[in-house]
């Protein structure tokens, strides 16, 4: 999966927004205004995705493509080596994981303001 996909694969989620909130290079990807997903536009190979903090330790000793990530609470976030040898279905769904914990820590309002995200990963995220 390339850094294309990637974006793409992002924004395709409901009330998915982009934005480069620290600087000219670090695009974020974010739901209700929180930010689910980043990556470096210089350094594409890396990508920053949140992540369930036991779920997080098992995929680093499964995947050497998963590491705890540069500069970010590295219990809640992961980097993912987009060059190496992950499926496309593995990081869409370490994506879209991301999205849902991100999404489920919004305060309510902001949640059901948010129309038309139900489900993502199998959960239901509002009514």
């Known amino acids: 999966m390339n850094i294309e996909s990637v974006r793409e694969y992002c924004l395709s989620l409901p009330h998915a927004t982009e934005d480069f909130p620290f600087d000219e290079t670090t695009l974020a990807f974010r739901i209700g205004g929180r930010i689910f997903a980043m990556i470096d536009l210089e350094r594409t190979e890396w990508f920053v995705l949140k992540c ?62 948010l129309k038309g995200v139900t489900e993502v990963e199998g959960t239901v995220l509002a009514e």
């Open 52 to 113: 369930n903090p036991d779920m997080a330790i098992e995929l680093r000793e499964k995947y050497a493509e998963i590491s705890p990530a540069w500069h970010m609470n590295k219990r809640h976030w992961n980097q993912i080596n987009l060059f190496g040898y992950l499926s496309e279905e593995l990081i869409c769904s370490l994506i879209r994981h991301s999205y849902s914990l991100v999404f489920g820590k919004l305060p309510k309002a902001i949640r059901l303001s």
